[in-house]
């Protein structure tokens, strides 16, 4: 259960332009009520002026709304309905009534027209409000729109809400992971950046802690026996119950909380093991703990599992499936091109849940190579989760600050198909139409580092209105075939 991430506490105001019958908002609002099967707080004072705005937004915000629908349920007043948007506090959305029994003298609300006036108005004012692809229906249909709105309003509050805490700089060669950290700022996102010792004092501090035989007991049955270093499962639960507690004394004034790490060179010999398998833990009740100290990964990863409302990983966009493979268990069995394919890896920080049931606690072949005498047994690189990712959609996405100060984002939706990897970490063979294409045009185009966030379903509608509604004006997605990219070689 994810325990990091808000809860969306909806309000809706319905406006009414004063030569507009206002029986048409109250009507067509309650009816928006009765069709919602969420919670939706009605608030009972209807805007026709600036002075209504203010009652009905002080009405909302008693009633502990964090997220606004705001109903034109006739043409509506442009200047005190977008107003809503300066005064709440929280993500509006802003939508439209289509007309309803075919009166259309007295019934008439000509909210279609309305919504081009509160458009305008939102840009005139430089606010920013939620608008559906087409945000004009009956009441059936804007239920179905606010609950598409739903997961778009928790990752703002989210975003607006969250804390990033860091330990130690990105390891050397690892600068693709950069961080300017006044995006995130501009995001509302608060960052607190400790060194690696901060971390070591703290975790020294945590040894013989009471909870930590709770905790190797919930891990043992995570893994099931024979899946895990009984061993080593009071260092790791040692480490958890260090970061979850820097987390609760270190959020401050922020209601939610991400971490990004720094887990290599030096990490594994002075802890004594791999975090990976701790992290996919805290990953895996919402607290996202990105490798590399990839600050942006880890606000990804965040984002992500407000959105679907599950837990999500940080892969690598990391190999190419060889020929060999693509012919024996892809080709004729999906349609997909060899080229559309790669794997997504990382060490082992993919929660269990969304690993094959051969998954178990390992150690870092990688790290081992690197950090352990040549044929000696693993021992510090010991810590984390392998398996081959459960086959099922996905969506990889980033927001990213690039070296410029300019946010950037990209949303793509794809596969993990049930081909085994046979290789190390935890690791999928994924499958994005077009992928080829997107890799050269967006990722290596708009200089993205290898660190993809990854949602588990497809997502890529509610995360593309999430990046726009945070004003990221820069989001890269596949192209199909018919739709060239601003930069793609026109003679290809």
């Known amino acids: 259960m994810l325990t990091n991430i808000p809860e969306v506490k909806l309000g809706i105001i319905a406006v009414s332009r004063d030569c507009f019958p206002i029986t048409l908002s109250e009507s067509r609002k309650k009816a928006i009520k009765a069709a919602y099967k969420g919670n939706l707080y009605e608030c009972p004072v209807m805007v026709e002026n600036e002075k209504d705005m203010l009652k009905a937004v002080e009405d909302v915000k008693k009633a502990d709304c964090n997220a606004l629908v705001v109903f034109l349920g006739n043409f509506g007043p442009e200047t005190s309905e977008t107003l809503i948007a300066k005064y709440f506090d929280g993500p509006c959305m802003f939508v439209a009534a289509a007309e309803g029994d075919g009166d259309l003298i007295q019934g008439r609300g000509d909210a279609y027209c309305g919504m081009l006036n509160c458009s305008y108005n939102l840009g005139l004012r430089n606010l920013t409000g939620y608008i559906p692809p087409y945000p004009v229906g009956t009441a059936d249909d804007i239920a179905q729109m606010i609950g598409e709105f739903v997961p778009v309003a928790r990752a703002v509050i989210g975003v607006k809400n969250l804390k990033i805490i860091t ?152 190999n190419s499936v060889p020929q060999s493979m693509y012919d024996a268990e892809i080709k004729g069995k999906y349609d997909y091109a060899l080229t559309d394919t790669f794997m997504g890896f990382h060490c082992g920080n993919t929660p269990s849940c969304k690993l094959c049931d051969d998954r178990a606690v390992k150690y870092m072949l990688i790290q081992h190579r690197l950090l352990e005498p040549e044929g000696s047994d693993p021992d510090f690189t010991r810590g984390t989760l392998e398996g081959d990712i459960a086959a099922g959609q996905v969506t990889f996405y980033r927001l990213q600050c690039d070296s410029k100060g300019v946010l950037r984002s990209y949303v793509a939706q794809g596969e993990v198909l049930p081909v085994k990897t046979g290789s190390f970490g935890g690791i999928g063979v994924i499958a994005i139409p077009e992928m080829a294409r997107f890799y050269r045009n967006v990722l290596l185009e708009e200089h993205f580092p290898h660190h993809a966030a990854v949602a588990f379903g497809h997502h890529g509608r509610a995360l593309f209105e999430v990046f726009r509604l945070l004003g990221i004006e820069h989001i890269g997605w596949n192209r199909p075939k018919a739709i060239p990219y601003e930069k793609e070689n026109p003679f290809l």
């Open 167 to 318: 330990f130690g700089p990105r390891p050397q060669d690892f600068f693709a992971c950069n961080a300017p950290i006044q995006g995130l700022y501009e995001l509302g996102v608060e960052v607190e950046e400790n060194s690696e010792l901060d971390l070591l004092v703290s975790f020294r501090e945590h040894e013989g802690d009471p909870r930590i035989e709770e905790v190797c007991k919930d891990m043992a049955e995570e893994m099931g026996e024979g899946r895990y270093y009984p061993d080593l499962l009071a260092r790791l639960a040692q480490f958890e119950l260090t970061l979850l507690d820097w987390a609760e004394n270190h959020k401050g004034a922020s209601k939610y909380v991400a971490f990004a790490d720094k887990c290599w060179p030096a990490f594994p010999k002075e802890f004594g093991f791999e975090p990976c398998y701790v992290n996919s833990r805290l990953a895996t009740r919402g607290i996202p703990v990105s490798c590399e100290v990839d600050i942006y990964g880890a606000l990804s990863e965040y984002i992500g599992m407000c959105v679907s409302g599950d837990t999500v990983t940080l892969l690598d966009i990391n």
